[in-house]
């Protein structure tokens, strides 16, 4: 589908979009003490629902791709942080401790990626900021409820494409 053939249409997924977004933003904004989740998580939320209404058809705008996506960026950083609890390990504001953490959660979800072909890139900088920021558990919960409803989302368009891909 391409928003320019097709300006009404487009302009209601754009404002799809930004409406996802804003709900996105005020659901990481009521589940974290700190404002880098809800920015940069709420940028990856923004990332994906542009993916899924500017480019619907893609890969990379699956379900499969963002459920699974999603789920694997989380379960890593889950890992990572239960991990660091287990044995003793004090993040804080050590930004050295934070960089080796956020780039052994980035590395499980990239691989973990490559060797299923799973393609859907914002959900993989959510690891950059669910290891290093607030120890919350209810942002992840919130992500994964927007996550889920980003692989809803995609999967009414691509069948709504597919019934009229005019």
Known sequence: MDIQRQPKRGLLHILCACIFIMISMLSLYFTSTEPILWIVGGGCIASSITIIFISPTTESSSPRNISISYTI??????????????????????????????????????????????????????????????????????????????????????????????
Request: proline share 4%; net charge positive.
């Open 73 to 166: 960026a989380l379960v890593s950083c889950l890992l990572v942080r239960l991990t660091t609890e287990l044995l003793g390990i004090q993040v804080g504001s050590q930004e050295p401790t934070i960089i080796v953490l956020v780039i052994i959660a980035l590395f499980i979800t990239l691989y973990i990626f490559s060797t299923y072909n799973i393609n859907h890139p914002p959900a993989a900088g959510l690891t950059l900021v669910l290891v290093a920021h607030d120890t919350s558990y209810y942002k992840f919960i919130a992500i994964i409820i927007l996550g889920g409803l980003l692989s809803i989302i995609s999967h009414f368009i691509n069948k709504k494409i597919k019934l009229d891909p005019h």
